[in-house]
C-alpha cells in the first residue's frame, strides 16, 4: 500500500502550473542559447566566458541577453525582443513564488491558492487563482514564440524551410505506431521505480 499526500490543488491548477514551469524553462534554455552565441568568436580564440554564463542565476543570463542580443538585433525585433524582456521581468515574481513557495489555500474563498515563502528574510505570501494562472501560462508561451522569432509567423516559416522535414512529437509517435505523448498509462507490465531505503 502507498499513502500520497492531497495537495489539494485543482486539476486546472496543475495543469496550469506544470505548464508555466514547462514554459519558463524553455524561455531560459533559449535565452542562455541565444547569449551564449553571441560569445562565439571569443569561443573560438580560446577566451574565458564571463561568470554570468556559469547560470547559476537567470537574472545575470538576462541582463547579457538584454546587452548583447537584443541591443544587437535589428530595429523590428529589437523592439519585440524588448517587449518580450518586459514581460519576463514583470512575471518573474510570480515564477518564483510559485516555483519556490509552498502551496497553501484558504477554505473561505477556495478559488484562490497561495504559496508562502522566505525571501531576504522576510515572509512573503502570494495569491493566485486559476484566470491569472492561465493567462500566465499564455503569455509565457507567447514570450517563447516571440524570443526565438521575433519577426513573426515569416520567420518561423523560413525557420522551418531550413530545417527541412519537421514532424511534432504526437504525430511521430502516431506514425511510428508507438505510444502517445498524451498517454499517461505505463508500458504494460511496467513497475515503478524502487525507491531507496530511508536512512536510519
Request: charged share 25%; net charge positive; glycine share 6%.
Amino acid at each position: 500500500m502507498r499513502y500520497i499526500w492531497n495537495h489539494q490543488l485543482t486539476d486546472a491548477e496543475i495543469h496550469f502550473i506544470g505548464t508555466i514551469v514547462v514554459q519558463w524553462g524553455s524561455m531560459e534554455h533559449e535565452i542562455f542559447i541565444q547569449t551564449l552565441k553571441s560569445f562565439e568568436s571569443q569561443i573560438e580564440q580560446g577566451d574565458q566566458l564571463p561568470s554570468e554564463m556559469n547560470n547559476m542565476q537567470f537574472t545575470s543570463v538576462l541582463k547579457l541577453w538584454k546587452e548583447r542580443v537584443i541591443d544587437a538585433a535589428k530595429p523590428r525585433s529589437r523592439k519585440v525582443l524588448e517587449r518580450q524582456h518586459e514581460l519576463i521581468l514583470c512575471y518573474k515574481e510570480p515564477r518564483d513564488a510559485l516555483t519556490h513557495g509552498m502551496w497553501n489555500w484558504n477554505p473561505e474563498d477556495q478559488s484562490r491558492v497561495s504559496t508562502v515563502r522566505v525571501k531576504k528574510k522576510t515572509l512573503q505570501t502570494a495569491e493566485f487563482n486559476t484566470k491569472f494562472l492561465q493567462n500566465m501560462s499564455t503569455t509565457l508561451g507567447e514570450i517563447n514564440f516571440n524570443i526565438r522569432f521575433p519577426r513573426g509567423i515569416s520567420e518561423l516559416a523560413i525557420a522551418q524551410m531550413k530545417q527541412g522535414g519537421h514532424m511534432s512529437r504526437g504525430a511521430g509517435a502516431m506514425m511510428s505506431g508507438g505510444r502517445s505523448s498524451a498517454s499517461l498509462e505505463p508500458p504494460d507490465g511496467a513497475k515503478p521505480p524502487e525507491l531507496p531505503e530511508p536512512r536510519r
